[in-house]
T-cell receptor, first 109, second 113 residues
Framework: RKEVEQDPGPFNVPEGATVAFNCTYS??????FFWYRQDCRKEPKLLMS???SGNEDGRFTAQLNRASQYISLLIRDSKLSDSATYLC??????????FGSGTRLQVQP | DTGVSQDPRHKITKRGQNVTFRCDPI?????LYWYRQTLGQGPEFLTY????????KSRLLSDRFSAERPKGSFSTLEIQRTEQGDSAMYLC???????????FGQGTRLTVV
């Protein structure tokens, strides 16, 4: 099993829709989790950090399910500008940061 | 600008040539990572440093790749005898424990012709 797995998508949703992505991880000892956003041909940028059960920032909500070893990212009221690739990152103590392959979101007018 | 900077932004080289990229992390960040990314894929880990010590290298990294961080500040990534399969975006990121929030440079896009 890969350390971090994501559904590559693409997720095609209309403006205003609610969309959710999941990211599964294999290391049950991981304590912190991150979602990054990456626009086409640009570098990844930190979107949200998750240190406990979840985090919310405006239209974005990240939730952690330790029992099933996944984190989710929920985007409400999708905007055209939300179109991007969303990368999940699960750090491991003393190890490198491992990225998922990313989930591509396309919000359509 | 106090972010992570990478140089050059673009590099075109002929197959068989050596190339070297530089990364300057955020000054107080003691961890520095190198990743490679191709279209449609997530960043693939290459290696990382804590201060000047190289702590981990990917098993996928061939002997043609070498990285240094001699004074625990900037880092260089060298690729010897480049191959067309080395064409990719090379990303550098830095963090400071205990948080693992990584900040990326804009990357170096390598094209091997």
């Amino acid at each position: 099993r890969k350390e971090v797995e994501q559904d590559p998508g693409p997720f095609n949703v209309p403006e205003g829709a609610t969309v959710a992505f999941n990211c599964t991880y294999s290391n049950s000892a991981s304590q912190s989790f991150f979602w990054y956003r990456q626009d086409c041909r640009k570098e990844p940028k930190l979107l949200m950090s998750v240190y406990s059960s979840g985090n919310e920032d405006g239209r974005f909500t990240a939730q952690l399910n330790r029992a099933s070893q996944y984190i989710s990212l929920l985007i409400r009221d999708s905007k055209l500008s939300d179109s991007a690739t969303y990368l999940c990152v699960v750090p491991q103590v003393g190890r490198a940061l491992t990225f998922g392959s990313g989930t591509r979101l396309q919000v359509q007018p | 600008d106090t972010g992570v900077s990478q140089d050059p932004r673009h590099k075109i080289t002929k197959r068989g040539q050596n190339v070297t990229f530089r990364c300057d992390p955020i000054s107080e960040h003691n961890r520095l990572y190198w990743y490679r990314q191709t279209l449609g894929q997530g960043p693939e880990f290459l290696t990382y440093f804590q201060n000047e010590a190289q702590l981990e290298k990917s098993r996928l990294l061939s002997d043609r790749f070498s990285a240094e961080r001699p004074k625990g500040s900037f880092s260089t990534l060298e690729i010897q005898r480049t191959e067309q399969g080395d064409s990719a975006m090379y990303l550098c990121a830095s963090t400071v424990p205990p948080t693992y929030e990584a900040f990326f440079g804009q990357g170096t896009r390598l094209t091997v012709v």
